[in-house]
Structure formats: C-alpha cells, structure tokens
C-alpha cells in the first residue's frame, strides 16, 4: 500500500493510539472501522511488557470473538518482537518510542529476553470457548462435565440434534404426540424443525425466560398476556336465541342462499358456514347483513342480534386465533424440551460437550458460592493473568460478558500478582456490531465501560476515528449517511453522545464514490400461466438481479487492468475488487453470474461456490443415478439445461401420470443423446477412488483447484464414494477459501477485510423484515431475555405480539444499518453502489439510506488516472496442500501391465485433461498433440464417452468432437506407428460411429486415429 498520509493527522492518531498504549491505567476504547485496533493491541501488549520488567509474555490474557482473530492477534506479537529483537541498540530505540512511546533502559537486552520468553510461554491468546476448554480441562469434576470430554463442533452438533429428533418422532406417544400434532398441523413437515430447531440452539434464551420459575410458570404468564379465557378455543357457532332469530329470518328471506345454507348445514358443517354469513373474506364483521327491501320484512330485533353476533364472531375468531399462537407456543416449548432433554442424555452417555456446556461449565466453577474453589480454578492456572486485552467487545453474548467481567473485576481486585500493576484494556464498536443471530448485544460493550471504571482508577476512555483504510470521500460519505435522520441514533442506541465523525489520515489521497440507478423489475411476461419455465424466461428475459450483476461484470471489464488505484500505485486488478451483499443466495448468484462472463472469482470461507455445490451434486449422482434432484443440478450446472428441459425430462419420465408404486421414477432413464452419453461416462467413475472422481469432475467444470480443498480432503480420507457421500449427507462441507480473482462477501463475511474498490449491488432489501421469524422473544436491552416468547402470526392480532414484533423490527433495522457501517467502511479507494429493484416498492434500504447521503449528486471525489491496459497479470501464489496437486494414479486395467501399457495408459489419462503420475516425455507427447491438433478439444468435445455396441458390450470413444457441422470419432493409439492401419483399429472406430448413428440419424459422422507419437491424424473411410 502507498503511504500518502498527512504528517498533521498521522500526528493526531497517533497522539489517540497513545492514550491506549499507557500502561499504567485501564482503557476502554470505542474505534471506528480502519483505525488500526489490532495494531493498537498489539502495541499495548508491548507496552505492557516493556513497562514491568517483572511481567513475563505469559501473564497477558487477550480475548476475541474468533479463532480467525485470535491467530492473528497471537501470531503479531512474537512476529513483532523477532523483528525488533534484530535492530541494533540505537534504530531498536527509536523504534519502540516511536510504537509504544517509551524509552526503556537497556532495551535491546529486555527485547531479546521477551521474544525468547514469548517463544517458550506465549500469552494466551484465545476466543472465551477456547479459554473455557483450558480452564474445565483441569477442573472437569467441579464443572459438572464428563471426565475427558470431546467438544461437538457445529456440524456434529447439528447432526446430533437431528439424530435426536428423527429418535423421538419414531417414538413418540401420548400428549407428547398430541403437541407434535400441532405443530405438524400448523407449520407442515418442516417448519416444527426449524422452529424447535430454533428454541435447542437458543436454549439458553429459555433458560434466562424460566429463570427458575418452570415452563409451566412461563406459560401461564404467556396466557395473561395474551389475556386468554376458557370462550378461546370454544367452536364458532349460533347461540340459541341467535339461531332462533336466524330461523325466523330464514323464513322471511326463503331466498337468501347464505342465511339457508347455516339453517340446512350438517352440524359438522354449521361452523363453517355461519362463519361465511357473518363474516366478510378477510374475517372482519360486514357492515350491512341486509338491503332496505329486507330490512322491511324483518324484526328490527333480529336483524340488531345478527349485527351483534357477527361482531362477537370477528371478536372471537381473532382471540381463537391468539389461542392457536399460545398453543404453538406451547406445543413448541414442549417439544424442544423433549428434544433438549435427549440431547443432554446423549451427550452425557457419549461424554460429549457442546460450546454451550463450555461456557456453563466456566460459569459455574467462577460463580461457585465456594470461594475457595473459586481461587482454587483462578490460581490452578499456568498463567497468573495480571492484564486483559478484550477485543471485538461488541460482539459478546450476556453470559460471555458476564465471564469477561469476572475476568476483569478478577485482575483488577488485586487476587492475582502480588502486588504488581494489573490492568484490563477492551475494544470494540457499536457500530459493527453485526452478530446478533448468534446472541451478540452491542450494548453490552457500555456496559463493560461503566463498571471498568467504577473497578479501575484513572480507566481512560479512547474514541479512535482517525482511518488508515478509506479516502477521505468514502469517509465523508459515511458520516453524511449516518448524520440524517434516525440513522445514528438506531445504530449508537444507548451510546449516542455524538456521531464519531470519521477523519481519513490518508486525507491527500485520491478517492471516489459514486451511486447507480436500480435495475429495475421488468414487467411480467405476456405468456400464459402454464407455460413452460424457459418460455416465460424467454419472453421475460433475464430478472433485474441477473441483469444488475451483469451491468456490474461488464463495467469491472472495462475497468480492471486500465484504471490505476491509489492506495496501491498501481492497475487495478481483480484480487483489488470486492463485492458485499447482504443475502447468501445473492452471493452465490453473483459469483455464478460473474464466473459465466468470465471473469475469476476466489472462492470465500462462508459461502460454497456454485461450483462445488455442482461436483457434490455430481458425486451424488455418480454413486446413486437415481438422485434425480443431485440429476437436475448436475444438468443445470454442467450441461447448461434450463427448468424448461428439465420440465421435458420429467414430462418424458412422466411424473405425474404414472401410478406410485414400489420404485421412483429415475430421471436419467430418459436421457437422450449427447446427454444420455454424457451421463453413461460419468456412471464409468462409480467404482474409481473418491479423489480420482472429484479430480474428473474438477476438469469438467474447469474451476480453480483452490475451490475443491476441502472437497478433496474429505475424497481423500474416504474409501469409496459410498462414504464420501455419506459424509456429504451428514455434515456441510466447510466452504474453502482461495483462488485468484475477485471477492464476493456477505458483509459478515466481509468483516475485518478491506479492498481498493467494493461494489454494493444488494442494497434493495427492506432494512427490517420478520418474514423469516417463527418465535418473538420479550428481548430486554441488556440481552436478557423477558417474561414470554410467542408463536407469531400476524400483526394487530394481539397487544402481546405487536409490542415483540416492534421491537424486534427495531433490532433488526439497528443491526440492517449496523451491516450497512460495515459495508460501507470496506472500501480503500473506490466505493461503488447500486441495486436492483423498483424503489417505489421499498421505502427504506440501504439503497435509499445511501441515496440520501449522495444528495443531488451521483459521483463525488477524484477521477483516477488511466493506464495502458495491463494484458498480463502477475500470477499470484496459491498456497494449498501439497496432495491437491498430486496426480491421482490411473486405474490399471487387469493384474500385470507392461511398461508401455503403463505408458500409453498415462498418455490417455493426460489426453482427458486428468492430472496423472507420468514421465516428461509422456507428457510432451500428450501436449504434442494439443498443439498440433486444437481443434479436438474445442468447447462441445467430450472425452471417454461411452457407447452401447450391442449384446450388453459398452466402448468408450476417446473423443467426441463437432467440427464444421460434422461429428468426428476420435481413438487415440500410442506406442509405435504401423506401416499401414490395421484393420482392427478402422473396425473399432466403425463400430462407435454406427451406435452413434442409432441414436442421431440424422447427423454426419467422420472417423479418425490420432498417432499420438507424431501427433498426426489418419482419417478411417467410413461405409
């Protein structure tokens, strides 16, 4: 990175870091994005150690919020001090007043002696979960864990929830049963698991509701809320003397249809249709029950108790309706009871811990009310902790910040030292506080300021605002957005004084931000409802989202390589480009829409490329042909079909008018063609080691290696493809990061990262929505959870459920515009936005937030410089595992080759594009041929297609190739050239052209034998 700071700002962020770097007193620190807080910790970690000769690496404990966080913050320091440890005295000096504003006594001596003592006893550098295995590693017992315990991680914790669930459902009985039924009945087959789901991972929402009260407490607290009475589930029907008014109308009115239908209804039916003559169809009262001409011939008392009754059946059907809430609710609870019940069970009995049970484990040994075994666990430490380091703050749980402030209240009491300085430094902002599903309470980070300095004499509060990372534009910009109307206030909440205005101490430096108009939604194609789906694509053409990813490929197209970018000094490439959305699919569809235009995307930890979902597919596919749901994604992924030829497929197999009988109909019995050749050489690889069939598939998708890591590990570590797709049925397969290219992020994804450009192309969705909530929880500003949780249906229905809804939209309108900070605060250099959507749908998103910033305006800040457009890219160094690169060995055919069988069998292997073990002259030969003849693996050529010859015998064609309108067979032969073609090898080719001719009359077919010693081909006459 260029560095074109400001001397007078650097100045100033500087004299900021400082107030953080003394180490005589406690800090809290409040910094804005790309102020450097890791840079900052690591300094105060320095600070420390060169402050106390008496303080050894050991005796600092640094917390984060994750694993990824934590490496790096442990890997700084040593890395720092071996850096240092090799000035000599005077630059050594200088340097550490300049980092730390120190001047130490015989300093060289002191940074030697610490970079051997961080080498030997390192600080504990570690996310609170990893602190708490430490900890109840030791003090196993007075937790209350299993002796030699195994921590689940998610995906086994996943998996062991729903091997839970599936035990239960095959057992259930009794009222058990009557609430499973409920929920089933109400939410269908798989919405009671996502909602019980819910509850098990957010147990502990639940236990701070019950709080030792019993679930039977909560409900009946739930019931007075909701204000529910014994008149709330009775059935909707007449009263007597309703009935006998209805009977006396009805014989007024012989001709009212609806009035005749509730007085000649089977008594199972009444309900129903008194329910249509009172109501209207949006279940409100109606207004008029009876024209004037009626009215006439009518008793005016009658007609006043019909009116009556309608408005009792509006009444009662809203509170029926509450009813069916509550007993959701409670169905809910009590299943997920169930379920959480032989969840522990199971893990007891497997001596299985979760990173829940971490967690209440450390919380019970520190809050034991034996203060002596409370000493004891703090004391039984290697480490004597005399300093906290607390980073990402904001990001922690209410137990996670009740373990944090016994840590720090621990410290700074004076238990632990003797004697010695003790302080505890925490960082953190509100405004990225983007973790909320996972329990994270931004206002927990206040909080922690109070009591710090209620604990701490002289604590110092830090606000950092001075930014290394973004332009001064891309700053301003941000300021503006967050400085209008509610912005600053929703997502500072309880820490607003003022909004931290952002300072760019690169304020010199050229930068630009610039917003697009939305790609609007098309109108709905003019095609008839049953039209097929590639119909209506057609005639609709490509959805606003496709088309507002494609508008931006093409613009990076024209962009990348020509544009030169500040921070950097140099050409824009694809690895300075990163996309941030706000949903998964739409990252997933970005990435596919970029990678069809050609352009590289790196794969992210986080989100699974299409592509490898693509090769899961086809693994699942190759080892089972009749997954035809693994057939539809595979066609749709490597063979470019639409829905519409799937729509054919499935209209060939005849779903839908087939009898159901024992068997499912296999989708790919009906493929044709090109395809159903296709299919029969990939159903080839069924019995090929795992890796060799995830390499072949790597090649017929043409991906980036780096994407397939975790693919391959799991290929490698399989005996055969029956446990490899086990293992895929099991767990997700963790997503790989690498590859070159440019980054498409969610924006949690993109947390912590930074890119010359970043583009916003997901700015349309509405800031809060509770579309995707089942359960509203009575959620206190804290994060303690309150009094109720509730089933939610639908807004206005009860007084209970519109005050949860609200406050949860609030939430989630602080944690939308919390997202957007972090979005936004990504960029370097450039910050595009854009969107697609109408924005007369939405009325609020980030889109629109954004929008009011820019003003007038489209464009603000500097034109970049041009330059020649850079043709060749520098390659950039992947690092994966040596065995990803390791060629698979060719399967043998038979017991015992020669070496020229060997040979030629490597030679083939290389033709097919595989990665095999072979000699440099093998290889030289197979390239021979590439280059002497192109053509062959044009875009259409298929390699080792299989072929039916008839009587059961199946041959394998080389190569399948289209030129000129015309079909050429190829047979590759290697070794030795005879003088004339043995009649053998013409017969071969001759053979695989007339089964291609059974299926494709009307094709013209060629022939040929590729000598592939002199990369030569012989044409064979063909009848």
């Keep these: 990175m260029q560095q074109t700071f400001d001397p007078q700002l650097l100045q100033k962020a500087s004299e900021a870091q400082a107030l953080a770097l003394d180490a005589a007193h406690s800090v809290w620190i409040s910094a804005n994005a790309g102020t450097g807080k890791t840079e900052v910790l690591t300094r105060r970690m320095l600070a420390l150690l060169l402050h106390d000769p008496s303080l050894e690496p050991r005796h600092l404990l640094a917390l984060t919020f994750t694993k990824a966080g934590a490496a790096e913050m442990a890997a700084r320091l040593p890395a720092r001090l071996a850096s240092w440890a090799a000035l000599d005295a005077d630059t050594l000096a200088a340097r550490v007043r300049e980092e730390t504003g120190m001047t130490v006594p015989d300093v060289q001596a002191r940074v030697r002696q610490l970079a051997e003592a961080v080498r030997k006893a390192p600080p504990m550098v570690s996310t609170i979960h990893g602190l708490a295995q430490q900890v109840l590693g030791r003090f196993t017992v007075e937790a209350g864990l299993p002796l030699d315990f195994e921590v689940l991680e998610d995906g086994a914790q996943k998996r062991l929830l729903r091997d839970v669930q599936r035990s239960l459902l095959v057992d259930v009985d009794g009222p058990l049963a009557e609430h499973l039924g409920i929920?089933?009945?109400?939410?269908?087959?798989?919405?009671?698991?996502?909602?019980?789901?819910?509850?098990?991972?957010?147990?502990?929402?639940?236990?701070?509701?019950?709080?030792?009260?019993?679930?039977?407490?909560?409900?009946?607290?739930?019931?007075?809320?909701?204000?529910?009475?014994?008149?709330?589930?009775?059935?909707?029907?007449?009263?007597?003397?309703?009935?006998?008014?209805?009977?006396?109308?009805?014989?007024?009115?012989?001709?009212?249809?609806?009035?005749?239908?509730?007085?000649?209804?089977?008594?199972?039916?009444?309900?129903?249709?008194?329910?249509?003559?009172?109501?209207?169809?949006?279940?409100?009262?109606?207004?008029?029950?009876?024209?004037?001409?009626?009215?006439a011939v009518?008793?005016?008392?009658?007609?006043?108790?019909?009116?009556?009754?309608?408005?009792?059946?509006?009444?009662?059907?809203?509170?029926?309706?509450?009813?069916?809430?509550?007993?959701?609710?409670?169905?809910?609870?009590?299943?997920?009871?169930?379920?959480?019940?032989?969840?522990?069970?199971r893990k007891r009995v497997q001596g299985l811990v979760d990173f829940s049970?971490?967690?209440?484990?450390?919380?019970?040994?520190?809050?034991?009310?034996?203060?002596?075994?409370?000493?004891?666990?703090?004391?039984?430490?290697?480490?004597?902790?005399?300093?906290?380091?607390?980073?990402?703050?904001?990001?922690?749980?209410p137990q996670q910040d009740r373990i944090i402030r016994w840590l720090a209240q621990s410290i700074l009491s004076g238990d632990v030292g003797e004697g010695a300085p003790r302080t505890v430094l925490a960082v953190g902002d509100m405004k990225q506080s983007i973790f909320r599903f996972q329990g994270a309470v931004p206002e927990l980070f206040v909080g922690l300021g109070r009591v710090l300095a209620d604990w701490a004499a002289g604590m110092r509060n830090v606000d950092l605002t001075h930014s290394f990372r973004s332009g001064r534009h891309v700053l301003e910009l941000v300021d503006r957005v967050f400085q209008q109307g509610d912005s600053a206030a929703v997502v500072m909440g309880s820490d607003l004084r003022?909004?931290?205005?952002?300072?760019?101490?690169?304020?010199?430096?050229?930068?630009?931000?610039?917003?697009?108009?939305?790609?609007?939604?098309?109108?709905?194609?003019?095609?008839?409802?049953?039209?097929?789906?590639?119909?209506?694509?057609?005639?609709?053409?490509?959805?606003?989202?496709i088309a507002c990813l494609q508008q931006v490929g093409a613009w990076l197209q024209s962009r990348v390589g020509r544009v030169?970018?500040?921070?950097?000094?140099?050409?824009?490439?694809?690895?300075?480009?990163?996309?941030?959305?706000?949903?998964?699919?739409?990252?997933?569809?970005?990435?596919?829409?970029?990678?069809?235009?050609?352009?590289?995307?790196a794969?992210?930890?986080?989100?699974?490329?299409?592509?490898?979902?693509?090769?899961?597919?086809?693994?699942?596919?190759?080892?089972?042909?009749?997954?035809?749901?693994?057939?539809?994604?595979?066609?749709?992924?490597?063979?470019?079909?639409?829905d519409g030829r799937l729509l054919q497929l499935a209209e060939r197999a005849g779903v839908g008018t087939r009898a159901s009988g024992d068997e499912e109909v296999v989708w790919a019995d009906f493929l044709e063609g090109d395809d159903k050749l296709w299919f029969a050489s990939l159903r080839q690889m069924a019995w090929d080691a795992p890796a060799a069939v995830v390499q072949r598939?790597?090649?017929?998708?043409?991906?980036?290696?780096?994407?397939?890591?975790?693919?391959?590990?799991?290929?490698?570590?399989?005996?055969n493809l029956r446990e490899l797709v086990d293992r895929l049925e099991l767990d997700d397969l963790p997503a790989a990061s690498g590859g070159e290219g440019l980054r498409v992020l969610t924006v949690h994804g993109s947390k912590g990262l930074q890119a010359p450009l970043v583009i916003l192309p997901d700015t349309m969705a509405?800031?809060?929505?509770?579309?995707?909530?089942?359960?509203?929880?009575?959620?206190?500003?804290?994060?303690?959870?309150?009094?109720?949780?509730?089933?939610?249906?639908?807004?206005?229905?009860?007084?209970?459920?519109?005050?949860?809804?609200?406050?949860?939209?609030?939430?989630?309108?602080?944690?939308?515009?919390?997202?957007?900070?972090?979005?936004?605060?990504?960029?370097?250099?450039?910050?595009?936005?854009?969107?697609f959507g109408n924005t007369k749908d939405t009325t609020d998103t980030w889109w629109t937030r954004i929008k009011a910033g820019f003003g007038d305006a489209s464009v603000v800040g500097e034109t970049f410089a041009e330059c020649e457009p850079v043709t060749e890219v520098a390659e950039v160094q992947r690092v994966l595992p040596v065995w990803v690169e390791t060629p698979a060995q060719v399967a043998l055919v038979g017991e015992v080759q020669s070496a020229a069988q060997v040979r030629g069998e490597a030679v083939h292997a290389l033709l097919q594009g595989l990665e095999v073990a072979a000699d440099a002259e093998a290889r030289a030969e197979a390239e021979g041929v590439r280059q002497a003849l192109p053509w062959l693996w044009a875009k259409s050529a298929r390699s080792e297609m299989a072929v039916g010859l008839g009587q059961g015998k199946v041959g394998r064609i080389d190569r399948l190739v289209e030129k000129d309108g015309e079909w050429w067979v190829i047979d590759f032969k290697t070794g030795a050239i005879p003088a004339q073609m043995p009649e053998s090898y013409a017969a071969q080719v001759r053979g695989y052209v007339e089964a291609l001719r059974q299926t494709w009359p009307q094709r013209s077919f060629r022939a040929g034998i590729v000598w592939t010693a002199v990369a030569s081909l012989d044409e064979v006459r063909l009848a």
């Design 183 to 295: 929920l089933l009945d109400q939410l269908g087959d798989k919405g009671w698991e996502e909602l019980t789901n819910m509850i098990v991972y957010g147990w502990h929402k639940l236990e701070a509701l019950l709080a030792g009260a019993g679930l039977g407490v909560v409900l009946e607290r739930l019931e007075r809320e909701l204000q529910i009475d014994a008149t709330s589930g009775r059935p909707l029907l007449p009263s007597q003397t309703e009935w006998e008014a209805l009977t006396r109308i009805g014989a007024a009115l012989p001709a009212r249809e609806d009035v005749q239908a509730v007085l000649t209804s089977h008594e199972a039916r009444r309900e129903a249709t008194w329910r249509a003559f009172l109501l209207t169809d949006k279940n409100t009262a109606r207004k008029r029950m009876f024209v004037k001409a009626e009215l």
């Design 298 to 345: 009518l008793d005016e008392g009658d007609v006043a108790l019909i009116m009556a009754a309608s408005e009792r059946a509006e009444a009662q059907l809203r509170a029926r309706r509450v009813y069916r809430g509550f007993e959701v609710t409670r169905s809910a609870l009590l299943w997920a009871a169930a379920v959480r019940g032989a969840y522990v069970q």
């Design 357 to 397: 049970d971490l967690l209440d484990g450390l919380e019970r040994v520190m809050g034991s009310g034996d203060s002596t075994l409370t000493e004891w666990v703090w004391y039984g430490l290697d480490r004597r902790f005399r300093h906290l380091v607390v980073d990402e703050a904001q990001d922690n749980n």
């Design 498 to 545: 003022e909004w931290p205005s952002h300072i760019a101490v690169a304020a010199g430096r050229a930068s630009r931000v610039e917003i697009w108009p939305t790609v609007e939604k098309a109108d709905k194609p003019d095609v008839a409802p049953w039209a097929l789906a590639h119909e209506r694509a057609k005639a609709g053409g490509q959805g606003e989202d």
């Design 564 to 601: 030169v970018m500040p921070s950097t000094g140099a050409a824009l490439r694809w690895e300075d480009v990163m996309i941030v959305v706000q949903r998964n699919k739409i990252a997933a569809m970005a990435a596919g829409v970029l990678r069809g235009m050609g352009i590289p995307v």
């Design 603 to 642: 794969a992210a930890g986080g989100v699974l490329p299409l592509v490898v979902d693509d090769a899961i597919a086809c693994v699942r596919v190759i080892f089972n042909p009749a997954d035809n749901l693994a057939l539809a994604q595979v066609l749709k992924g490597l063979r470019g079909w639409d």
């Design 697 to 719: 598939v790597m090649h017929e998708l043409r991906a980036e290696p780096g994407l397939f890591v975790t693919l391959l590990e799991w290929a490698e570590a399989s005996a």
């Design 766 to 835: 509405a800031l809060a929505s509770l579309n995707k909530d089942k359960l509203l929880w009575d959620m206190g500003a804290d994060g303690d959870v309150g009094g109720v949780v509730l089933y939610k249906q639908a807004k206005g229905l009860s007084a209970l459920e519109d005050r949860l809804a609200d406050a949860e939209l609030a939430r989630k309108k602080a944690d939308s515009l919390r997202g957007l900070y972090v979005a936004m605060t990504r960029a370097m250099d450039w910050l595009v936005v854009t969107g």
